[in-house]
């Protein structure tokens, strides 16, 4: 008779060790926190030098020259002596009629070639952004090889195109009775927003380009689902997502806009009887240091500063609240 066979045998379980696990002390988080800290620190150091460099030490020095001035005594003013004058400069910048002149003349020029510029350049984003759009890097490479080059080159060339006795675009014109000089001073201020738009058009729509590009494939095929195509697939959809890119540029516009220098002041230099040395602030504020007034110029840079810093971020807090709101 056959066995049954024996049930197999399991070997006694053995005791497993447990390490235990240690707790960082608070002395070692702190070292080990410290040591981050210095890592940071390190990284950021070479930016924090420039930054404060090449921008929050004029900064300060400039708010510092303007509530000095110079006396100057004796013989031809021979002898000088720095004097705190407290808000006098601020008041004889705000009492500056060509200064004032020249913010809101800036001011105009901005409220309406920023505009067309940014409907431009959004208008040219969509265009390449199209699915029916071919030779899309071409056409971008040609869109923004006007921002590739310099400004005062652009500004030389303008002046050529623009002149009177050489404008190409004059003698189309007067076959059809239209006699316009671009450089007279009532056309000076159109020539200028023109060579500014046609300068900066193309770096705004790489911008609002590249956000287009971030928008999901699974939105538009939604859309087109929803029969939401071509200029309502960009107005209701499109444009909307690409919001901060409009709000960004149109922060960099007016920023530019208070700071226009290079095109006025070659057409200046043309000997253009049309455009004033004083035409923009920073215009104003430059001839008022070649003549010696440095602390004046100094109050109207940070006057002009105050102003471009209120109208940036007032800007940006109106489309905040407006987002909010929506």
Same mark, same amino acid.
């Given at each position: 008779?056959? *066995?049954?066979?024996?049930?197999?045998?399991?070997?006694?379980?053995?005791?497993?060790?447990?390490?235990?696990?240690?707790?960082?002390?608070?002395?070692?988080?702190?070292?080990?926190?410290?040591?981050?800290?210095?890592?940071?620190?390190?990284?950021?150091?070479?930016?924090?030098?420039? $930054?404060?460099? @090449?921008?929050?030490?004029?900064?300060? +020095?400039?708010? +510092?020259? *303007?509530?000095?001035?110079?006396?100057?005594?004796?013989?031809?003013?021979?002898?000088?002596?720095?004097?705190?004058?407290?808000?006098?400069?601020?008041?004889?910048?705000?009492?500056?009629?060509?200064?004032?002149?020249?913010?809101?003349?800036?001011?105009?020029?901005?409220?309406?070639?920023?505009?067309? @510029?940014?409907?431009?350049?959004?208008?040219?984003?969509?265009?390449?952004? !199209?699915? *029916?759009?071919?030779?899309?890097?071409? $056409?971008?490479?040609?869109?923004?090889?006007?921002?590739?080059?310099?400004?005062?080159?652009?500004?030389?060339?303008?002046?050529?195109?623009?002149?009177?006795?050489? !404008?190409?675009?004059?003698?189309?014109?007067?076959?059809?009775?239209?006699?316009?000089? $671009?450089?007279?001073?009532?056309?000076?201020?159109?020539?200028?927003?023109?060579?500014?738009?046609?300068?900066?058009?193309? +770096?705004?729509?790489?911008?609002?380009?590249?956000?287009?590009?971030?928008?999901?494939?699974?939105?538009?095929?939604?859309?087109?689902?929803?029969?939401?195509?071509?200029?309502?697939?960009?107005? +209701?959809?499109?444009?909307?997502?690409?919001?901060?890119?409009?709000?960004?540029?149109?922060? $960099?516009?007016?920023?530019?806009?208070?700071?226009?220098?290079?095109?006025?002041?070659?057409?200046?230099?043309?000997?253009?009887?049309?455009?004033?040395?004083?035409?923009?602030?920073?215009?104003?504020?430059?001839?008022?240091?070649?003549?010696? *007034?440095?602390?004046?110029?100094?109050?109207? !840079?940070?006057?002009?500063?105050?102003?471009?810093?209120?109208?940036?971020?007032?800007?940006?807090?109106?489309?905040?609240?407006?987002?909010?709101?929506?």
């Amino acid at each position: 008779m056959s *066995s049954p066979s024996s049930a197999p045998t399991v070997p006694p379980p053995q005791s497993v060790r447990t390490v235990p696990r240690r707790v960082p002390t608070a002395g070692r988080r702190r070292r080990t926190g410290r040591r981050t800290a210095l890592t940071v620190s390190g990284f950021l150091a070479p930016f924090a030098a420039l $930054f404060v460099t @090449m921008m929050v030490a004029p900064i300060g +020095y400039a708010i +510092y020259q *303007s509530f000095l001035t110079v006396h100057r005594a004796g013989l031809f003013g021979g002898t000088q002596s720095t004097q705190f004058a407290g808000l006098s400069n601020y008041a004889d910048a705000f009492g500056d009629h060509d200064f004032i002149a020249s913010i809101i003349r800036v001011l105009l020029l901005g409220l309406v070639q920023v505009p067309v @510029m940014l409907g431009l350049a959004l208008l040219l984003a969509l265009l390449l952004d !199209s699915r *029916s759009a071919r030779l899309r890097k071409s $056409f971008r490479l040609t869109f923004f090889l006007p921002y590739a080059l310099p400004g005062a080159i652009a500004a030389v060339m303008w002046s050529f195109l623009l002149s009177r006795d050489l !404008s190409p675009f004059t003698g189309p014109l007067s076959h059809f009775g239209i006699h316009i000089d $671009f450089l007279s001073p009532s056309w000076v201020p159109v020539s200028i927003g023109n060579m500014i738009t046609w300068g900066w058009t193309g +770096y705004n729509m790489l911008i609002i380009y590249s956000a287009l590009q971030t928008i999901p494939a699974e939105v538009v095929e939604a859309a087109a689902l929803d029969d939401c195509t071509g200029w309502r697939l960009a107005w +209701y959809v499109k444009i909307p997502l690409v919001r901060p890119a409009l709000v960004l540029t149109t922060v $960099f516009s007016i920023i530019g806009t208070a700071q226009l220098y290079t095109e006025p002041a070659v057409l200046v230099g043309a000997r253009i009887p049309g455009v004033s040395p004083k035409f923009s602030p920073i215009m104003n504020t430059t001839l008022g240091m070649d003549l010696g *007034s440095q602390n004046l110029a100094a109050a109207e !840079s940070v006057v002009l500063a105050l102003v471009t810093l209120v109208l940036s971020f007032g800007f940006l807090k109106y489309n905040q609240r407006k987002g909010a709101v929506a």
